[in-house]
């Protein structure tokens, strides 16, 4: 059943990065943040209590919930919303998904799980195309502060992916799914209020409504819904890795739908990436 979740969580995630960039013709990174987050959160609470869960967890979850909200989802989107504003909606996906290296990490030390040769093998693979990416982008401009950020993003949400999977089998997912990005909204909020000076709306722009209508019921809604199985479903280091399609989805919509060019390296960085899913998913099947 996780294969067939694997797609849309692809898809969701993907395209969510140029569909930010049509957003801002709506309203302000921070602003589509305190949109998106608490509807989306409630949307799966909602969700979550039609299937009969109960829409509070256990009183002893809150903490669990409360830190891996504020990893997987704050800390995450407030450094997201930094690399995008500084890299671009299409170099940005490239460089978060360092995370299944940060994940593979983290597992080892909070879940005990063993690196193998093949997972070993994918990281590496990955890590060169981003290196590929990476290069191009210093080569064209520099900007170390925002792949700082970025790679700021990456580790939060591999920190949080780890975590979640730690926490995920205590009580049912989608409520979990949902309070996560509730708690998360909190730290956003409180970064939203430094900056609100700049926020803005301008629902005139239609390509902007659509857009956030997307990121919130596509992007986090069934995104998160199908996310939270797949970490129930593979070992951490295997869960995180799978998402490594997410840039080549990203990139290549970028270009499509904000504009910019593909050059052959980047056609053999994202094909580094799918030999490292393949590698990765290979091994789970034949085991």
């Not at 943040?33 to 256990?58: F, K, N, Q, T």
């Amino acid at each position: 059943m996780a294969r067939f979740l694997l797609p849309t969580v692809w898809i969701a995630w993907g395209i969510s990065y140029p569909l930010m960039s049509w957003a801002l013709e709506t309203t302000d990174l921070f602003s589509s943040r305190l949109i998106i987050m608490p509807i989306s959160g409630l949307i799966l609470l909602a969700v979550g209590v039609r299937g009969g869960a109960p829409a509070l967890p256990e009183r002893r979850a809150w903490g669990q919930i409360a830190l891996t909200g504020l990893f997987n989802m704050g800390l995450f989107q407030i450094f997201l919303i930094a690399g995008i504003a500084t890299l671009g909606p299409s170099r940005t996906p490239i460089i978060i998904y360092t995370m299944p290296a940060w994940s593979a990490l983290f597992a080892v030390f909070l879940l005990k799980e063993r690196i193998t040769l093949r997972i070993a093998l994918s990281l590496a693979l990955s890590l060169v195309a981003v290196g590929i990416i990476v290069g191009q982008e210093t080569a064209a401009r520099s900007t170390p502060v925002g792949t700082f950020l970025t790679l700021l993003a990456a580790i939060s949400f591999g920190i949080g992916t780890v975590l979640t999977k730690k926490t995920a089998v205590r009580g049912d997912l989608t409520i979990n799914a949902a309070w996560q990005i509730l708690a998360g909204t909190v730290p956003v909020i409180a970064i939203w209020l430094v900056f609100s000076g700049n926020a803005y709306f301008r629902p005139e722009h239609l390509r902007g409504i659509a857009a956030l209508v997307w990121l919130i019921l596509v992007s986090n809604v069934l995104a998160y819904f199908c996310w939270f199985r797949i970490i129930r479903a593979f070992p951490a280091s295997v869960a995180s890795l799978t998402t490594l399609v997410v840039p080549c989805v990203g990139f290549g919509s970028s270009a499509l739908l904000v504009g910019g060019d593909i050059s052959w390296l980047d056609v053999v960085a994202l094909g580094l990436i799918v030999a490292a899913v393949t590698l990765v998913l290979t091994k789970r099947e034949g085991s």
